[in-house]
């Protein structure tokens, strides 16, 4: 009898988009894998996970469902009580607990340097949106991909509110409680420290962690295999 594959779901981050899993993507499909990448709203976290659990629903059947940075907390509240998803995977991500948010998480731990690189403006939907200056983004958000693509990376990223970043985790029971997890982590990301990765891998009772030595924070641009071979085993772990 044949095994029903789940679908990927991937969720990118603050100053991201869809486009920063397409290495990603490219290495599933290869797998015979169907994927999906979200548009992340990032305009607030209950609402930016109501949209992914809206595309959970409309996918119709099980799911991986993967966040890159704010990502992490985005999966977090959409997979909790979601039958749907069989896994979770955590690529540079928060893992939040209930009543934590993401600015509150990227602080945890020093070595952070994302406040120093960041610029705010108003928008008339209220509160501030948040972007990564340009001159800043190589080094800050991409430091081992090459300054061209960084260039691009910057030019296309999507602004985050304020908003979605200081948003506490609403569920009490963050769906890695009861939900497999899977890490994949860089050791020289300057958004969140290192530190914090392996402190959300450890309490989440993660089934496996994979960390990449020199790997910045955008690491589904920079190691793209490495963050597809975290995803397949998951993958296969709840595909047996």
Same mark, same amino acid.
Request: hydrophobic content about 45%; cysteine-free.
């Given at each position: 009898?044949?095994?029903?594959?789940?679908?990927?779901?991937?969720?990118?981050?603050?100053?991201?988009?869809?486009?920063?899993?397409?290495?990603?993507?490219?290495?599933?499909?290869?797998?015979?894998?169907?994927?999906?990448?979200?548009?992340?709203?990032?305009?607030?976290?209950?609402?930016?996970?109501?949209?992914?659990?809206?595309?959970?629903?409309?996918?119709?059947?099980?799911?991986?469902?993967?966040?890159?940075?704010?990502?992490?907390?985005?999966?977090?509240?959409?997979?909790?009580?979601?039958?749907?998803?069989?896994?979770?995977?955590?690529?540079?991500?928060?893992?939040?607990?209930?009543?934590?948010?993401?600015?509150?998480?990227?602080?945890?731990?020093?070595?952070?340097?994302?406040?120093?690189?960041?610029?705010?403006?108003?928008?008339?939907?209220?509160?501030?949106?948040?972007?990564?200056?340009?001159?800043?983004?190589?080094?800050?958000?991409?430091?081992?991909?090459?300054?061209?693509?960084?260039?691009?990376?910057? =030019?296309?990223?999507?602004?985050?509110?304020?908003?979605?970043?200081?948003?506490?985790?609403?569920?009490?029971?963050?769906?890695?409680?009861?939900?497999?997890?899977?890490?994949?982590?860089?050791?020289?990301?300057?958004?969140?420290?290192?530190?914090?990765?392996?402190?959300? =891998?450890?309490?989440?009772?993660?089934?496996?962690?994979?960390?990449?030595?020199?790997?910045?924070?955008?690491?589904?641009?920079?190691?793209?295999?490495?963050?597809?071979?975290?995803?397949?085993?998951?993958?296969?772990?709840?595909?047996?």
């Amino acid at each position: 009898m044949s095994v029903l594959k789940p679908t990927i779901v991937l969720v990118h981050g603050a100053f991201a988009e869809s486009a920063s899993w397409n290495g990603v993507i490219e290495r599933l499909r290869a797998e015979s894998l169907d994927v999906v990448a979200v548009a992340n709203p990032l305009r607030g976290l209950a609402e930016d996970a109501t949209y992914v659990r809206d595309v959970i629903a409309g996918i119709g059947g099980p799911v991986v469902l993967v966040g890159h940075s704010y990502g992490g907390m985005v999966i977090t509240e959409a997979a909790t009580d979601n039958a749907s998803v069989l896994a979770l995977v955590y690529v540079d991500a928060f893992a939040p607990e209930h009543g934590e948010s993401a600015f509150e998480l990227a602080a945890k731990f020093p070595g952070s340097t994302l406040g120093e690189a960041v610029s705010a403006y108003p928008v008339s939907s209220g509160g501030n949106e948040l972007v990564i200056r340009p001159d800043k983004f190589h080094h800050q958000f991409a430091a081992d991909v090459p300054a061209d693509q960084a260039a691009l990376m910057a =030019a296309t990223q999507r602004p985050v509110t304020e908003k979605a970043l200081t948003d506490p985790l609403p569920t009490d029971r963050p769906a890695w409680r009861t939900i497999p997890s899977w890490f994949v982590i860089s050791d020289q990301d300057l958004n969140i420290p290192v530190a914090a990765h392996r402190y959300f =891998a450890e309490r989440a009772g993660a089934r496996a962690t994979r960390e990449v030595a020199g790997g910045s924070h955008a690491l589904s641009v920079s190691q793209p295999a490495e963050v597809a071979a975290g995803i397949l085993d998951a993958v296969t772990a709840v595909s047996n």
